[in-house]
Nanobody, 117 residues
Framework: QVQLVESGGGLVQPGGSLRLSCAAS????????MGWYRQAPGKQRDLVAS???????NYADSVKGRFTISRDNAKNTVYLQMNSLKPEDTAAYYC???????????WGQGTQVAVSS
């Protein structure tokens, strides 16, 4: 089993920044993809960004140039640096880990991000 614990959400004004962290523990296979989805009220859960264990990244078009995903494999932790935040970034952000060979996905409990003046 894999456990994911997120931190770093909160309330921020438009144009501000937040950094989300997600620490994985348990039976972690070294080849995996970690990343973040988000879900706003009444909307589907969408991929925000992902990063492979080889540091290949992928971003949703809506966050390109504003968000940066990174990972520390020694700590089994993934980070999401969010800059120039907009009200439309308001959502619950969920960390995930996908095991390469099985495609099994594990999820964090979610952390709330609110962008408002």
């Amino acid at each position: 089993q894999v456990q994911l614990v997120e931190s770093g959400g909160g309330l921020v004004q438009p144009g501000g920044s937040l950094r989300l962290s997600c620490a994985a523990s348990g039976s972690i296979f070294s080849r995996n993809v970690m990343g973040w989805y988000r879900q706003a009220p009444g909307k589907q859960r969408d991929l925000v960004a992902s990063i492979t264990s080889g540091d290949t990244t992928n971003y949703a078009d809506s966050v390109k140039g504003r968000f940066t995903i990174s990972r520390d494999n020694a700590k089994n932790t993934v980070y999401l640096q969010m800059n120039s935040l907009k009200p439309e970034d308001t959502a619950a952000y969920y960390c995930y880990l996908e095991v390469n060979w099985s495609h099994r996905m594990y999820w964090g409990q979610g952390t709330q991000v609110a962008v408002s003046s």
